[in-house]
């Protein structure tokens, strides 16, 4: 994310810019087997930022995901979470993860609550991973809050998979992140489950929780994210508000997505790059 007028679009109302950003990320490259795929990032995500990464398939969206959650390193750059550098970062329980994937998988039969209370152990110490009752309220409270209470003793395999979606989501909740990255939340997702959805992350707004937010339906969202970045060929190519083109182009009606979003009459952004 560019520093400078774009990068302060995101100190609204609602974001805390006297804590320092929940990312940072200064000039930072990522490439496997030698190629590059991420080029000179530099985005910084203040607490209470709603964010959402667009881009086209494979311009480096998933992988500056994973850069963020440490899954990848850096080939360049540098990168810190809540103010501390990656490299000394201890604290992984800050960040909640909803992984690209539809379901749950098979495998081993779990219940909702068996699912969602794996949430939780990243919060335990590890002489004592068993859950308490206040434990034990926080995962009732991440189940009901993705509406899915009367499903908490289901098997997760029975639950559709927009429901699995959601308890996906309450598991990441149960570790009460402060911040909340989700790849592709709406993906195969039918319109009753992303009507719950987008409910269960207005609500997280409006307790402080930042979010991060890969997709290419940005639709069921577009009235809560308060800022896109989008990539394009590695690089941000545009950080700002998500104004009527970049929403219209990343509703897939643009002919060449890699290229950056023009701007439009009233739009007040930049185009970085
Ligand atoms: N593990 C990997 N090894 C080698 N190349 C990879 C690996 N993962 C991703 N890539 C390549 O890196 C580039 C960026 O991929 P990435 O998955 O980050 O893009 P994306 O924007 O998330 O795409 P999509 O929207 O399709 O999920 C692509 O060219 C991809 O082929």
Redesign the pocket.
Same mark, same amino acid.
């Given at each position: 994310m560019s520093i400078g007028p774009a990068g302060s679009a995101s100190g609204t109302a609602h974001t805390d810019i006297t804590q320092p950003p929940v990312v940072r990320i200064r000039g930072g490259a990522v490439a496997?087997?030698g190629q590059r &795929?991420l080029s000179d990032v530099h985005l910084d995500v203040v607490p209470g930022d709603v964010v959402a990464l667009l $881009?086209p398939? $494979? *311009? $480096?969206? *998933?992988?500056l995901v994973r850069a963020i959650l440490g899954l990848v390193p850096l080939s360049s750059g540098s990168l810190e979470l809540f103010g501390t550098p990656i490299t000394r970062q201890r604290d992984r329980a800050r960040i909640g993860y909803v992984p690209q994937r539809h379901t749950v998988g098979g495998g081993v039969p779990a219940t909702v609550e068996e699912i969602v209370a794996s949430g939780r152990l990243a919060r335990r110490p590890l002489l004592m991973p068993w859950l308490g009752s206040a434990d034990r309220g926080v995962v009732t409270d991440a189940i009901a809050t993705v509406g899915l209470a009367e499903k908490a003793h289901a098997q997760i395999s029975t639950l559709s998979g927009g429901q699995q979606r959601r308890a996906l989501i309450a598991r990441a909740l149960a570790g009460e992140p402060d911040l909340l990255v989700m790849d592709e939340p709406f993906a195969g997702v039918d319109v009753a489950n992303q009507e719950i959805l987008t409910r269960t992350l207005t609500k997280l707004t409006s307790t402080g929780v930042t979010l991060l937010i &890969?997709t290419?339906e940005i639709g069921p969202i577009a009235a809560l994210v308060r800022r896109t970045v989008v990539?394009g060929h590695g690089r941000v190519a545009y950080d700002g508000p998500p104004t009527p083109s970049v929403l219209r182009r990343f509703a897939g009606a643009d002919p060449d997505p890699h290229s950056p979003p023009a701007p439009e009459p009233g739009d007040s952004f930049g185009i970085v790059g």
């Open positions: 496997y087997a &795929v $881009g398939n $494979g *311009s $480096g969206k *998933s992988t &890969v290419h990539l």
